[in-house]
């Protein structure tokens, strides 16, 4: 079993950035693999970006493919989200995810029952 603690949201102007952190404890952290979800309000939650356990194979959604940045550091357990330009579109509560195994085919990836520990989330807003 692992928990997930996740921090670094707040609210900032369109096109600045944030980085979002995810730490996790309990189970080994190396055996997950590990993703970030977010869900604006009233709208269903969405998958936004994907790491291998190696943190050498990373998955986007199109909507932030080449501003966002997902990363991993095994040592300290931590999973981390580099969001940069940042839109009011991006506004949402965003939660990291962990699968114990190997990531699944590209388009599970995104399916929310393939994950099996969820942290509480935090919160980003983006002003226009």
């Known amino acids: 079993q692992v928990q997930l603690v996740e921090s670094g949201g707040g609210s900032v102007q369109a096109g600045g950035s944030l980085r979002l952190s995810c730490a996790a404890s309990g189970d080994s952290y190396s055996n997950y693999c590990m993703a970030w979800f977010r869900q604006p309000p009233e709208k269903e939650r969405e998958g936004v970006a994907v790491?291998?356990?190696?943190?050498?194979?990373?998955y986007y959604t199109d909507s932030v493919r080449g501003r966002f940045t997902i990363s991993r550091d095994n040592a300290k357990d931590t999973l981390y989200l580099q969001m940069n330009s940042l839109k009011p579109e991006d506004s949402a509560m965003y939660y990291c995810a962990a699968h114990r195994g190997v990531c699944a085919s590209v388009t599970r990836v995104w399916t929310l029952n393939l994950y099996d520990y969820w942290g509480r989330g935090t919160q980003v807003t983006v002003s226009s």
């Open positions: 790491i291998s356990r190696d943190g050498r194979a990373t």
